[in-house]
């Protein structure tokens, strides 16, 4: 019954290209050679320590992924760089530092984020969540006001997640993957240029993945983005460079045929039995054979 | 080219009738309190609908701030109660004549006017500290509140303890506040004599009309960017701050706006009613003005105000015929809509209005948007 998003809608039909050019290509040139930078990142709940000394560098261009076990901490450290969770060391974007500040000014200083579990506003339209994500520097008088004309922003999103058609459509309807793309469109009319994404395909169709990951693909080229993932397929298909996470620390990072032979990441994955299967038979045979299974 | 093109025509196709029902139901709305009330009604029965209005105020102020920002306004008694002893101060000094004492401060107090009452002797000043002072009070407590994330059945809570200790203020400031008794027996209104019924009947068309432009207020409010974003605070307050936007002040934006509302009919309660006593402005008024809206349907633009004025209605006769009744009728009606129609009763007609939509038009929304798929 309801519009289930295809590859070609998302991101590989023709207009779709158009739109994606004029959305990541606005305003680059304020953070085109930014980057992720951090150092000495300490995250504690009460005596337990989640995240420690985690340093970390991503930038643009380079498709980040984020793994590591249920508990290593990596939504954790996604928390802490969005002013969520307090945390000690040094988190920088764009040459400023994020620690210590509210969340919201984080946000506008360019860093945008997605939950585990998507969080649109379910009672609005797919288009009021886009107005909403793209308005954080509105004044107060295009506040008081409806809105008139749909921001281009909004309209290039719009098609760009392929929901041109849903436009109208409460977002609490959508189906999964449509959830999660509506987040990543608000993340691109929000203007973020550091997008840190937790598990954006988790419950998505074969096909929805693909589709998802051509996206990201096409971000990654103009923004710096981080992706927290379990799946190992989807990792292979479009990581360009992977960090391994483990009881709060980095316990790798490479590419993924460095990552994926390097044997504390093999070990730490067969001591975790739900994130074991992918990671442990790819260190038993080469890449290709996997993909072909 | 095209593409805007389409897009015009479907937003002007989308707001057009949401525009006209809204005209319509207002032009209907002004007629009714404007023409035929004051023609079918007694004196005495405009009176009370001049009352109701008053209350009503309150109601459309906490339909914004609780139907659409979530926020439980236990405590709006003290705001109704600032803009009504704003005004009751100001009518017994306009009635003691200039420089003149209020008459019960000569019987309980010192026979002097207090200092603070002093900026009360002018109209305008009145006028002005009417809706400054509770939009200060609320602006600054609700930043202190919002920006520390007090919230739920907390911030409930904490605007219920507000309206008690107001109370118990007024109560204990019997010389200068009239305590228990409150004020009464006004005699002017801005230099109208209030006994005469040509004055109150023009009195009613005052909270009639303040009553309808507060409704227009509210509804500007609720269509604009900034009522979208209310609604998304409401529904999802950390994920609107990763979006960059500050909850705490669209919150406190929005308990302003219910404030000086509150404020406003409490003002006009005074001349209307002639008495204004911590009896009115406590915990149990606080409660009671939520009640109407809760029936009436919170998120709803209309809702509040109806079911408002129907409870005050009902209160009425109802307290005619069973003198301590009222109570526990209001809290059986309070509890009925909470656990069996949470929507109110707007949410009836909504239901009704999409299932008759429905059945006139087969083709659902839904399966249109998809047919519109390239
Ligand atoms: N608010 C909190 N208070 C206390 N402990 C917490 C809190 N948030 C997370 N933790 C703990 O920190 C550790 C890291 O959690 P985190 O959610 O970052 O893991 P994760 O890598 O995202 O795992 P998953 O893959 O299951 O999402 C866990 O042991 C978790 O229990
Ligand atoms: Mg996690």
Redesign the pocket.
């Known amino acids: 019954m309801t519009h289930v998003p295809t590859a070609e809608t998302a991101a590989g039909a023709e207009p779709t290209g158009t739109a994606a050019e004029a959305l990541l290509g606005t305003d680059s040139t304020r953070f085109r050679h930014d980057y992720l930078e951090v150092r000495g990142l300490r995250v504690a709940?009460?005596g337990?320590v989640?995240v420690r000394d985690v340093d970390l560098t991503v930038t643009q261009g380079d498709l980040r992924f984020l793994i590591?076990?249920?508990?290593?901490?990596?939504?954790?450290?996604i928390d802490a760089v969005t002013g969520l969770?307090s945390a000690t060391g040094s988190a920088r974007f764009g040459g400023k530092e994020l620690l210590g500040r509210g969340t919201h000014r984080i946000a506008r200083d360019g860093v945008g984020r997605t939950f585990?579990t998507a969080s649109v506003f379910e009672e609005l339209t797919v288009l009021q969540n886009l107005d909403i994500a793209a308005g954080a520097r509105r004044g107060p008088l295009t506040m008081l006001r409806r809105r008139g004309a749909v921001p281009e922003a909004v309209e290039q999103a719009l098609e760009l997640v392929g929901l041109t058609a849903l436009r109208d459509t409460a977002a609490g309807v959508l189906a999964h993957g449509q959830k999660q793309w509506l987040e990543i469109g608000m993340l691109l009319v929000q203007d973020a240029h550091l997008l840190l994404l937790d598990?954006p395909v988790a419950g998505m169709t074969h096909a929805e993945r693909e589709a998802t990951g051509e996206l990201l693909r096409r971000i990654g080229s103009q923004r710096v983005v981080v992706v927290?993932e379990?799946d190992m397929d989807f990792l292979r298909s479009f990581a360009d460079s992977v960090t391994v996470?483990h009881q709060?620390q980095v316990l790798a990072e490479g590419t993924v045929a460095e990552v994926q032979n390097d044997p504390a990441v093999v070990e730490v994955y067969l001591g975790s039995p739900v994130s074991t299967e992918p990671p442990t038979t790819q260190a038993a045979g080469p890449l290709t054979t996997q993909e072909d299974a | 080219m095209t593409t805007t093109h389409r897009t015009t025509d479907r937003l002007a196709a989308l707001l057009r009738p949401g525009r006209s029902r809204a005209l319509a139901g207002f032009a209907l709305a002004a007629v009714v309190l404007f023409a035929v009330a004051p023609l079918l009604l007694s004196p005495f029965r405009l009176s009370l609908l001049a009352k109701f209005l008053c209350l009503a105020m309150v109601a459309v102020g906490i339909g914004l701030a609780w139907g659409r920002g979530g926020l439980l306004t236990l405590g709006q008694g003290v705001y109704f109660g600032l803009g009504a002893y704003l005004m009751a101060m100001h009518l017994k000094l306009a009635d003691a004549g200039p420089g003149g004492v209020p008459d019960f401060m000569s019987l309980y107090g010192t026979g002097e006017v207090p200092w603070w009452w002093e900026p009360l002797r002018s109209p305008v000043a009145t006028i002005l500290l009417i809706a400054l002072v509770p939009a200060l009070l609320a602006g600054l407590l609700g930043w202190a509140v919002f920006t520390r994330r007090v919230r739920g059945a907390y911030f409930a809570i904490l605007s219920q303890a507000l309206a008690a200790a107001f109370a118990i203020l007024l109560i204990g400031q019997q010389q200068t506040t009239g305590g228990t008794n409150g004020l009464n027996g006004f005699r002017a209104f801005f230099g109208y004599d209030l006994t005469d019924p040509v004055n109150q009947r023009m009195l009613y068309l005052v909270a009639a009309g303040a009553l309808l432009a507060m409704v227009l207020v509210a509804r500007q409010l609720m269509v604009s960017r900034f009522g979208e974003l209310l609604v998304a605070v409401r529904d999802g307050e950390d994920r609107v701050r990763f979006l960059g936007y500050d909850p705490a002040l669209v919150k406190t934006v929005a308990y302003v706006v219910a404030a000086v509302m509150a404020a406003v009919g409490g003002a006009l309660f005074v001349p209307v009613v002639g008495i204004i006593s911590p009896a009115d402005v406590g915990v149990v008024p606080s409660i009671g003005f939520l009640v109407g809206v809760a029936i009436g349907g919170r998120a709803t633009l209309l809702g509040p105000v109806l079911g408002s004025i129907a409870v005050s209605w009902a209160q009425t006769s109802i307290s005619e015929q069973f003198p301590s009744g009222w109570i526990y009728f209001q809290g059986a009606l309070f509890i009925g809509v909470v656990a069996f129609l949470p929507g109110g009763l707007a949410s009836l007609v909504r239901r009704r209005r999409r299932r008759s939509a429905a059945r006139s038009a087969p083709p659902a929304p839904v399966t249109q948007t998809e047919g519109s798929t390239p």
């Open positions: 709940f009460g337990f989640a590591g076990p249920n508990g290593a901490g990596k939504t954790t450290l969770a585990q598990e927290v379990h996470m709060g």
